[in-house]
Every structure is written in C-alpha cells, then in structure tokens.
C-alpha cells in the first residue's frame, strides 16, 4: 500500500519552485511525495528541510521504500510547523524560496486502525499525529464536561447536533469509557441510526482530531512563521481540506495581500494595510476531475499560493 498519494503535486512545483538552486521547506512531509517532487526541480545546489511530527513520516523514509532515497540535498526533523520559532541551527537563521503545507492526514494515518482516526474502523481512540502528545480523544471524551464538549463539536464540527450529541456521550460513557472509534460509532448510530450517522461521524470525528493535535493553533502559528521565513520573492503555497482551514489561510493571505477582509460598514473606515504579498490565483486551485477519481481524497482539496513581494 502506498503511504500517501500527493494531491495537486504537479501545480504546486509549478508555482512553488522558482529558483533551483534555492532552500525550500516541506512543513507536512507525509509520504514525501510533495517533497520528492520539489528535489526533482532543484539542482545540486538546492537545499529542501522536511518536516513532520508525527514518527511514522520518519520511519517511512527509512529502508527501500524510502521515497526520498538517500538524496543528500535533504535534512528530516521531527517538527509540528507551528513550531518554526524552534528550528535548530542552521536552520533558525535561514530564509526559504518556498514553503509547502499540506495540511491533514496522510493515507496511512487514516487507514491505520491502531491511530483512531477512522470511524470505519475499529481501534483505540487516540488520533495524535505527533505521539508525544499528552492526551488523545479517548482523553477528552473522559476529562471534558458536558458543555466544553458541546462547543468542542460546535466549533471544530461545525455540528448544529452538538449539544444533543455531547448529553449522548456523557450519557453513555457513565455505563462504558468511549475509548475505541468501534464503541463511539456504536452510540451514535444507536441513537442517530446507521444511515443519519454518515456526515455526523465524519464530523465528530473531525472535531476530535483538529482538538487534539490543536491543528487551528498549529495552522495559526505555521502560517506566520513560514511568512516570516519566506525570502524576498519566496512562495507559500497551502493546501487546505475543510473550510474552517481554508477559511484561516485565506484570511491571512488577503491581510498580506494588503485587503481589508471585514465585511464593508459605514462604520468601520478601510485600513490601509501595507501589501507585503500578491496572490498567485484569487480563489485558489482544485483538483480536476482527473485526480478527483483517481485519487478520491484529493476531492476536497484546495491549493492557495501567495508570493512575498517585500524586502
Ligand atoms: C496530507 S499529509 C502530507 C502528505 C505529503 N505532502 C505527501 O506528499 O505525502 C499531512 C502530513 O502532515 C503531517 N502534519 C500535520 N500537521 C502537522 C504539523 N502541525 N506539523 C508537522 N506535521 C504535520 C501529518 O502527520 C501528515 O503526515
């Protein structure tokens, strides 16, 4: 089985490499598809850093089926993105001609049972990427009360059920700890049946997984430093999943861009905001339909790529 299938390679080294002989940083490495597809347009002297923080990434890239061989243009470091203010020397005082974030999970987290990410599935309820990580959803479906878990499921969700769904499960883990995806997708079929339950188990399970791997927070924080990383010139490209990611990274793009993002009122006056970036495509790319049936997992994706125009 393949670890992960890139989505959209082909349009992002188009935009995202534009100097061969440039540093360049994958923040989401994954099966290294994207990656591998950057060192292929750079030239010896092209420098790329990987990062992932989840171990598996790294242990992919190990042995023969390594994706990115033994090309010595590349360093790996098991890093979150969001922590780019903790890069090692030499990597804490360099500029990048490119960044690439591809947010989400891999094929292989998604179809290892042993992770929890998959409600189709049956195995522990965990769903952290980076396995250091304190706690795992089993966690906060124990430690969260009634009305934090409400909005967990309102905001990450986007559930109108939430509340209903967060009494159900205080309910139901008084008689028996929600600590595998099989007991969880039990109750909510009990109650929601097996056809109603199809969207609302992809969003609960969404919920959990943005909640514990703070993957707002991280995309926050991973969009800020890679700007503030970008050299002159240099390329972000984002690839987003769901709205409530590509939402962020579009707000943050029109900020640099130098738009006023907030809905037009008499009574707010238009900021004049310095434009420190230019938008590649306004709307951002999809997959065609090509890709969309080869790669089902592609369908969702979104592509946005901005350009860093000040010095
Ligand atoms: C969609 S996959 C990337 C696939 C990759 N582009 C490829 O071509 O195979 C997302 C990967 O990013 C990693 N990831 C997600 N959030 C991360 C974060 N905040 N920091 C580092 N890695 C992260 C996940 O562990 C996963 O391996």
Redesign the pocket.
């Known amino acids: 089985m393949t670890?992960?299938?890139?989505?959209l390679?082909r349009e992002v080294v188009d935009r995202l490499v534009t100097f061969p002989g440039g540093l360049y940083l994958?923040?989401?490495?994954?099966?290294?598809?994207?990656?591998?597809?950057i060192l292929d347009r750079l030239d010896a002297d092209g420098r790329l850093l990987a990062?992932?923080?989840?171990e598996?990434?790294h242990a992919n890239q190990e042995g023969e089926r390594a994706?990115l061989g033994r090309d010595s243009r590349v360093s790996l470091l098991r890093?979150?993105?969001?922590?780019l203010d903790r890069l090692p020397a030499p990597w804490d005082a360099c500029r990048f001609q490119g960044v690439?974030?591809?947010?989400?999970?891999?094929?292989?987290?998604v179809d290892t049972p042993d992770r929890g990410f998959a409600y189709l599935y049956d195995g522990p309820l965990d769903m952290r990427?980076?396995r250091r990580l304190e706690r795992g959803a089993a966690d906060l479906l124990t430690e969260l009360d009634e009305r934090e878990l409400a909005d967990l499921f309102f905001r990450y969700g986007e559930l109108p059920e939430a509340r209903k769904l967060a009494r159900l499960l205080v309910q139901a883990r008084t008689e028996r700890a929600l600590d595998t995806t099989g007991r969880l997708r039990q109750v909510v079929e009990g109650r929601f049946g097996t056809r109603g339950s199809f969207s609302l188990l992809s969003r609960l399970f969404q919920a959990l997984r943005i909640a514990v791997?703070d993957?707002l927070g991280?995309?926050e924080r991973?969009l800020e430093g890679a700007f503030q990383r970008l050299a002159p010139g240099g390329r972000l490209a984002v690839?987003t999943?769901h709205s409530l990611e590509d939402r962020r990274v579009k707000a943050s793009f029109r900020l640099w861009a130098g738009e006023d993002d907030r809905p037009r009122s008499r009574h707010l006056p238009v900021r004049e905001l310095p434009v420190r970036a230019r938008l590649l495509e306004r709307r951002g790319l999809v997959p065609g339909a090509e890709e969309c049936e080869r790669n089902p997992r592609s369908r969702s994706a979104r592509l946005r790529v901005l350009e860093r125009v000040e010095a």
């Open positions: 670890y992960h299938e890139p989505v390679a994958d923040g989401t490495l994954g099966g290294g598809g994207h990656s591998r597809a990062l992932d923080w989840d598996d990434a994706v890093l979150g993105f969001g922590d690439l974030l591809d947010l989400g999970l891999s094929s292989h987290q990427m980076d791997n993957e991280q995309l991973g690839i999943y």
